[in-house]
């Protein structure tokens, strides 16, 4: 727990605060929404993002221009007299005259939402919420849309709300790729640890309900001067009051949590623990430190179990890091394959023959099929963005990411205690960028999880046999788990500069295997 900030929590105020957690009735309800409304509002948003440094807005930016030009072209070709019109209008007498979402709509549409939803600032979380109520009121069934809500309620704070989308998406589908079911039951139980971190303060400091009720921002204005003062006695009944107000006026989760570290920060500091960086200053009635040990130990478990959802072992089931060199030792003189995950490997019946390589290394979403696709599975290398086949036993786990600190909370929510001896450390996280040093200027598509994988083999040079199995860089279309089909395949012109690398290479290509060694 490091030193408190000297920071106020924000007082809601009616127009803006959110009714109790049980009762966000207007978030956790669809509210029926045009597209035309929606659309109006995308383009309105559009028109406020200007050039800057947040990534995360260009790239919000980009995502409204193609929605908005592909809405353009579709009203035009609608116009024009197309047989199928891909953007339509009821016709008249109906119940309306509201756009109807089309296929070709829709990709675009959730993919503002996903960027809005990215950039995490409020008018942004607002806008995701719009396009979900849109998407929802036309499509009740949308599996894309409702993930989407929960996770831009969960964002906004609004967990009651978040869990009861989360449940819609699980029941809509068979495949729980994303972990959704362990995210929902982390959710409740970091609920329930919160309110029982609270209760604890509650009963403890029976002074502190002469506060409740209180403008939050007094309360902690007044607590802090208080415990500047070294007046912690009266200090502490106010700050309790103000987290208690938070609580019951349903202010979003995040911002409890944020006024929880402060104020255990600040107990810290008075306790005079080891390493708070404070000390009693002659202070009295500094609580029991027992307590607040077990207070910080629920508010631990609270954060933990909402980032991931409960583990039984959180040493993740004694895994071990793998560094690139041990990698390298542990894969050196073996036989390789790699197996693509395309219609060409699934409806072949090379299973026997791939099991009898020495290491299977499988990509993502991949699906088995023994008799076309071998049942052994030695490493997994996959995407961080993603959950597929995280809880299938393998060897080796090779997870690839760009950007470390996505790549590290991956890890942390997403691995599945038991199901991997080694993981790859930092030295693997990115091959071609970190350890090929290959920037956008040579190479400027983000390298697949496939290509990554591929380079490094590529690049240690220390295997007997290399080869790709069904490699046809999706010609023959994909073969995935269920949940993973509907997913986009990889754009053309990486996977065009993909193959150009590996032809060059290949020592020799047959309808079925491309062996680079």
């Known amino acids: 727990m490091t030193k408190a900030r000297t920071r106020w929590p924000r007082q809601r105020d009616a127009e803006d605060s959110l009714p109790p957690e049980g009762g966000t009735t207007h ?11 929606c659309l109006r509002a995308c383009a309105a948003h559009s028109g406020k993002l ?8 260009t790239a919000l930016a980009e995502a409204l221009r193609n929605l908005l030009a592909t809405h353009a072209g579709m009203e035009q070709t609608s116009s024009g007299g197309s047989p199928i019109p891909l953007l339509r209008r009821t016709a008249k007498g109906g119940s309306g005259s509201a756009l109807v979402l089309g296929d070709k709509l829709l990709d675009p549409l959730l993919a503002v939402g996903n960027k809005a939803l990215d950039c995490g600032y409020e008018d942004e979380l607002k806008l995701a919420i719009l396009i979900t109520d849109t998407v929802l009121t036309q499509r009740k069934r949308s599996r894309a849309g409702w993930r989407l809500r929960a996770r831009t309620l969960e964002a906004m704070g609004a967990e ?3 869990v009861e989308a989360y449940e819609h998406y699980l029941d809509l589908t068979d495949e729980d790729g994303f972990g959704v079911a362990a995210k929902t039951a982390g959710l409740r139980v970091g609920a329930e640890r919160q ?5 604890k303060l509650e009963r403890d400091c029976p002074e502190a309900a002469a506060f409740v009720g209180r403008s939050v921002t007094d309360s902690w204005a007044e607590g802090l001067e208080l415990h500047g003062r070294g007046a912690w006695n009266e200090a502490r009944p106010r700050l309790i009051g103000a987290l208690l107000t938070q609580e019951r006026a349903g202010a979003p989760v995040p911002e409890i949590q944020e006024a929880l570290a402060q104020y255990l920060g600040l107990a810290l500091e008075v306790s005079g623990a080891a390493g708070s960086g404070g000390s009693t200053r002659g202070n009295t009635g500094t609580g029991d430190l027992a307590l607040l040990t077990d207070l910080i130990a629920l508010y631990a478990e609270q954060r933990r179990t909402r980032m991931r959802g409960p583990i039984a072992d959180p040493t993740f089931g004694g895994v071990e890091w793998t560094t690139l060199g041990e990698f390298r030792n542990r894969i050196a003189g073996k036989s390789i394959c790699l197996i693509a995950n ?22 993502n979403s991949y699906k088995i099929d023994p008799s076309a696709t071998g049942k052994r599975t030695d490493i997994h290398a996959t995407i961080h963005k993603h959950g597929f086949n995280w809880d299938q036993k393998v060897h080796t786990r090779l997870v690839f990411g760009g950007t470390s600190g996505d790549w590290k909370y991956s890890l942390r929510n997403r691995l599945v205690p038991g199901a991997q001896q080694y993981l790859g ?5 990115w091959p071609l960028r970190d350890i090929g040093k290959v920037g956008a200027d040579v190479w400027p598509a983000i390298p697949t999880s496939g290509f990554n994988m591929l380079w490094l083999l590529d690049f240690l040079d220390v295997s007997t046999q290399l080869d790709l199995i069904g490699f046809d860089f999706y010609e023959s279309g994909a073969y995935r788990l269920p949940a993973a089909m509907k ?14 690398w590996v032809m060059e290479r290949a020592q020799s290509v047959t309808d079925m295997r491309i062996r680079l060694r």
């Not at 450390?425 to 996280?429: A, F, G, Q």
């Not at 997913?487 to 150009?500: F, G």
């Open 27 to 37: 978030l956790a309800t669809v509210q029926p929404t045009e597209l035309e409304t």
């Open 50 to 57: 200007v050039a800057g440094l947040d990534r995360r807005r």
């Open 160 to 162: 009651t709300a978040a």
């Open 195 to 199: 309110s029982e971190l609270l209760r």
């Open 342 to 363: 395309s219609q060409r490997v699934g409806t072949g019946s090379m299973g026997a023959e791939i099991d009898a390589y020495d290491l299977v290394v499988r990509f």
């Open 425 to 429: 450390d930092e030295s693997l996280r």
């Open 487 to 500: 997913m986009p395949i990889t754009s053309v012109h990486e996977y065009t500069s993909e193959k150009a």
